[in-house]
Nanobody, 114 residues
Framework: QVQVVESGGGLVQPGGSLRLSCAAS????????MGWYRQAPGKQRELVAA???????NYADSVKGRFTISRDNVKNMVYLQMNSLKPEDTAVYYC????????WGQGTQVTVSS
C-alpha cells in the first residue's frame, strides 16, 4: 500500500509565494516519476509540473518562470515552490506518484486572493 500526502496550501495575496510538499510512503520499490497537478472549480485536472522518467521536468506554460519543482529521492518527497502567485492559480493541488500505477494525494487548497 502506498500513501501520498500533500501539505503547504493556504491563502495568499497576489504576488505572494507558497511552498507545497508531498511525501510518498508505504511499500515503495521504485517511483518512476512524481509531479503536481491542479484542478480549479469547473475545470479539468491539469499538469502543473512534473519530473519525467528521464529525469527532466515538465511545466505548464502558465507557470513557467514562476513555479519550481524539486525532489528528495531519499525521502520520496517532491516540492513545488510557487512564486508570483496569481488569482488564476487558485485550485486544489494534487501530488501524483507513478509506480506500477498512479497514486494521488487528497489535495491541498491554494487560494490566491486579496
Amino acid at each position: 500500500q502506498v500513501q501520498v500526502v500533500e501539505s503547504g496550501g493556504g491563502l495568499v495575496q497576489p504576488g505572494g509565494s507558497l511552498r507545497l510538499s508531498c511525501a510518498a510512503s508505504g511499500t515503495i520499490f521504485t517511483i518512476n516519476t512524481m509531479g503536481w497537478y491542479r484542478q480549479a472549480p469547473g475545470k479539468q485536472r491539469e499538469l502543473v509540473a512534473a519530473f519525467t522518467s528521464g529525469g527532466g521536468t515538465n511545466y505548464a506554460d502558465s507557470v513557467k518562470g514562476r513555479f519550481t519543482i524539486s525532489r528528495d529521492n531519499v525521502k520520496n518527497m517532491v516540492y513545488l515552490q510557487m512564486n508570483s502567485l496569481k488569482p488564476e492559480d487558485t485550485a486544489v493541488y494534487y501530488c501524483n506518484a507513478k509506480l506500477t500505477r498512479d497514486y494521488w494525494g487528497q489535495g491541498t487548497q491554494v487560494t490566491v486572493s486579496s
